[in-house]
């Protein structure tokens, strides 16, 4: 299993200007649907969590984002651009906010995950909380492991594709 309590470091992302989240990190969410944040995850949310969060349903997959304030002004910025008058992008941004909450961190740390968003998400007492440069994926342990290990794709090949022309505007390894 790839899942450990790694990363608790923020770094800003060139080209977006908003904060990124890294490590992988396992928890449990109780029957009334709260999950206490792992500590490494805290420690790099702590500064954004006087403002709140927001969940969401993730577009492709069958996870939900959670994302800071600062992230989702950026994400509502570009969402706010488009013209409302043409009817694919009306109807792009009513599925896009369909089921959004603002979650707040409890006195004891947690998050409470609305039933109806848990549900879409199919999450289950364990959990998998993955940062991301564009938030924190929150996935049922069972589909972030089939996501993460999938038999029909070849990442080397992906990795080609989609890294592979960016004429040095990358600085990965």
Not at 32 to 60: I, M, T, Y
Request: aromatic share 10%; net charge neutral; with cysteine.
């Amino acid at each position: 299993m790839i899942v450990g309590d790694s990363g608790y470091f923020w770094y800003r992302n060139r080209t977006n200007n908003m904060k990124s989240v890294l490590g992988v990190y396992e928890c449990s969410m109780d029957a009334k649907g709260r999950v206490l944040l792992p500590a490494g995850l805290k420690r790099q949310l702590d500064s954004a969590a006087h403002e709140g969060f927001v969940l969401k349903r993730s577009v492709f997959s069958p996870c939900l984002e959670l994302h800071t304030m600062e992230q989702w002004r950026g994400i509502s910025e570009k969402i706010g651009k488009l013209n409302r008058f043409v009817k694919k992008n009306a109807d792009f941004v009513r599925l896009f906010h369909a089921g959004v909450k603002m979650v707040e961190l409890d006195g004891s740390g947690r998050i409470l995950i609305a039933k109806d968003l848990a549900a879409f998400a199919r999450l289950e007492r364990e959990l998998v909380f993955s940062g991301t440069p564009l938030g924190v994926e929150i996935w049922s342990r069972s589909a972030y492991e089939a996501a993460v290990n999938p038999s029909d794709l070849d990442f080397a090949q992906l990795a080609e594709e989609v890294m592979g022309g960016q004429n040095g505007d990358h600085e990965l390894p």
